[in-house]
């Protein structure tokens, strides 16, 4: 089972500000089938990112992500209001599918 | 408007059973796999069960598997999870969540990521 490790825990920023989160692989993600998402509290999980770097349908393009093999990052190039919340990694490219325990981005 | 929506979560005792239900609107039900996720508090999300757009395939995570059973009403345009045997650790937010391929002619097609997700019903196992 590949193991995914999200850093920081939480990430204390202010609106405007350049996000940078990352996922690190026990093993190495067949061809990127990583994605992100974003959760709020209360509110159903979206689809951010897909195959490591594709933007989800709707989605702002501040968001982006890139890396492969074992190393993926999401950046939130400027922060808005609405993009406080807890971003969690998924790999889908080994059985069983697996999700990182998440990185809460929180108004500094 | 796209959305899913669960419900049938609640309270039950260790080793007693609860059945989920999703209700899907605003997109072609039949023509998408499905999928069950939860969330224990504090803890990353988890998948738990696939079930394909003409029920042809069905998956569980081992650690539901023979406790758990998935199914789906396509008239109905719902996609269920009946949990018995209930242990302490099944507790969690449970989510259904649509597999982000579209099926065409029956054929089973997943891409394994999740394009759209319900808010989530809460199931607590504790006596």
């Known amino acids: 089972e590949i193991v995914l490790t999200q850093s920081p825990g939480t990430l204390s920023l202010s609106p405007g500000e350049r996000a940078t989160l990352s996922c690190r692989a026990s093993q190495s993600v067949t061809s990127t089938y990583l994605a992100w998402y974003q959760q709020k509290p209360g509110q159903a999980p979206r689809l951010l990112i897909y195959?490591?770097?594709s933007r989800a349908a709707g989605i702002p393009d501040r968001f982006s992500g890139s890396g492969s093999g074992t190393d993926f990052t999401l950046t939130i190039s400027r922060l808005e209001p609405e993009d406080f919340a807890v971003y969690s990694c998924q790999q889908y490219g080994s059985s069983p599918l697996t999700f990182g325990g998440g990185t809460k981005v929180e108004i500094k | 408007e796209v959305q899913l929506v669960e419900s049938g979560g609640g309270l039950v005792q260790p080793g007693g059973s609860l059945r989920l239900s999703c209700a899907a609107s605003g997109f072609t039900f039949s023509s998408y796999s499905m999928n069950w996720l939860r969330q224990a508090p504090g803890k990353g999300l988890e998948w738990v069960s696939y079930i394909s757009g003409s029920s042809s395939a069905i998956y569980y995570a081992d650690s539901v598997k023979g406790r758990f059973t998935i199914s789906r009403d396509n008239a109905r345009n719902s996609v269920y999870l009946q949990m018995s045997s209930l242990r302490a650790e099944d507790t969690a937010i449970y989510y259904c969540?649509?597999?982000?391929?579209?099926?065409?002619?029956?054929?089973?097609?997943?891409?394994?990521?999740?394009?759209?997700w319900g808010r989530g019903t809460l199931v607590t196992v504790s006596s």
């Open positions: 969540a649509r597999d982000a391929a579209m099926e065409f002619s029956g054929v089973v097609a997943a891409y394994w990521y999740f394009d759209l």
């Open positions: 195959g490591a770097s």
